[in-house]
Nanobody, 121 residues
């Protein structure tokens, strides 16, 4: 029910914008989040955006570089990634549903398939 896209290869210092669209009108009123998983590592929380207040929360590793936005009318959420570095290389997943504390622990109600982001140095 969640479809992520926009991944690709980019050089260090570059930018990418990931999109995640829902097939049904399910995103509102759900909180949304992005996660990533690098090879050989556990899935990592990247960021969160609330539905009501639009409040955001980011992992320290991406704070100031990544921004989550959403367009409820289009049932789409975005992850703008700037100043990318090799450590950002991972499969990125969008998710919806769940409080911030749950998402920070890697949990959400609905998941999209991943999209690969590769950053070369």
């Amino acid at each position: 029910q969640l479809q992520a896209s926009g991944g690709g290869s980019v050089q260090a210092g570059g930018s990418l914008r990931l999109s995640c669209v829902t097939s049904v009108r399910m995103m509102s009123p759900l909180n949304v989040g992005w996660f990533r998983q690098a090879p050989g590592k556990e899935r990592q929380f990247v960021g969160f955006r609330g539905w009501g207040s639009g409040s955001t929360y980011y992992a320290d590793s991406v704070k100031g570089r990544f921004t989550i936005s959403r367009d409820n009318g289009k049932n789409t959420m975005y992850l703008q990634m700037n100043s990318l570095n090799a450590e950002d290389t991972a499969v990125y997943y969008c998710a919806a549903g769940g409080a911030l504390d749950r998402m920070k622990r890697g949990m959400a109600n609905y998941w999209g398939q991943g999209t690969q982001v590769t950053v070369s140095s």
